[in-house]
């Protein structure tokens, strides 16, 4: 996911041992289009994708560890393929959606539904899929700062060969 979602935590007890988790909702029951330089409803939503849950890869670890640094969920990725094997979050383009973030306090996966935990929705964090993006700045900040963006950047010859050959097939 670009950017990644990134969390400070604080407020933990630091000997208790907690699972970091996030999952990603649907914001609402619409389809969008990107219409005049604007989104805008295009209908009602497509039947929703089976839900996941993505556990923080440093999970379980103690509340002091989670607390003493920023935690990012960089490794967790999206796809728009509904028979995905891969373990990613699938989610419809053209939907919004709202990124939840829950903090279990659990050792162990397995007691995941049975433990104290709290969730946190940051409305900031809300977005709409999309498989292309739907303005140039945004796809220049994604190649310049997304380390899975990498074959679109300069090949080493100060060239930038897919972007030029992508504007060119928009031109014409």
Request: glycine share 4%.
């Amino acid at each position: 996911m670009f950017p990644p979602y990134k969390v400070k935590t604080s407020g933990l007890d630091k000997r208790a041992k907690y699972i970091l988790l996030m999952d990603i909702v649907a914001a609402d029951d619409c389809r969008y289009k990107f219409h005049n330089s604007r989104w805008m409803i295009a209908g009602k939503a497509d039947p929703e994708m089976p839900k996941r849950m993505y556990i923080h890869p440093d999970s379980p670890a103690t509340g002091e560890q989670w607390m003493s640094k920023i935690v990012s969920f960089h490794k967790l990725k999206l796809t728009n393929n509904i028979s995905d094997k891969h373990g990613f979050t699938i989610l419809n383009s053209m939907h919004k959606y709202q990124p939840r973030f829950h903090i279990a306090r659990t050792d162990s996966i397995v007691d995941l539904g049975w433990c104290p935990f709290r969730t946190f929705i940051f409305k900031e964090t809300e977005f709409i899929a999309v498989t292309a993006y739907q303005n140039e700045k945004i796809t220049q900040l994604k190649i310049d700062h997304n380390p899975f963006a990498k074959g679109f950047r300069d090949n080493g010859q100060g060239k930038r060969e897919k972007k030029r050959i992508m504007l060119n097939d928009h031109h014409h």
